[in-house]
């Protein structure tokens, strides 16, 4: 049974920047598309990046593109989430999520569809 550990987040100033980590233990990550998704307090869920199992495919909320970075560290079996020049509106508690199923595109997963397993959670706090 796949579980997902997740490190970081926090408070911190707008513009300034956290790393989140995305972690199993006993099973191979890059068996997986990896994504991170968060939820803001009254607001749904959304997918914030998604990444797939060999790393060469990426999807990025709109909102995110260009501040945010996914990445894979395959010897540390880790999946990250560079978050800079961060914004009030950022602030949610984050979750990464797997899923196996090959035919799951990283933009199916994003969109929530077929997820394997969830993080706990982590809470990003944005604000002066």
């Known amino acids: 049974q796949l579980q997902l550990v997740q490190s970081g987040g926090g408070l911190v100033l707008p513009g300034e920047s956290l790393r989140l980590s995305c972690s199993a233990s006993?099973?191979?990550?890059?068996?997986?598309?990896i994504g991170w998704f968060r939820q803001a307090p009254g607001k749904e869920r959304e997918g914030v990046s998604c990444?797939?199992?060999?790393?060469?495919?990426?999807e990025y909320a709109a909102s995110v593109k260009g501040r945010f970075t996914i990445s894979r560290d395959n010897a540390n079996n880790a999946v990250y989430l560079q978050m800079n020049s961060l914004k009030p509106e950022d602030t949610a508690v984050y979750y990464c999520?797997?899923?196996?199923?090959?035919?799951?595109?990283?933009?199916?997963?994003?969109?929530?569809?077929?997820?394997?397993?969830w993080g706990q959670g982590t809470l990003v706090t944005v604000s002066s």
């Open positions: 999520a797997a899923v196996k199923d090959f035919t799951v595109s990283v933009r199916a997963l994003c969109a929530g569809n077929a997820v394997d397993a």
């Open positions: 990444i797939s199992r060999s790393g060469r495919t990426f």
């Open positions: 006993g099973v191979r990550l890059d068996y997986y598309a």
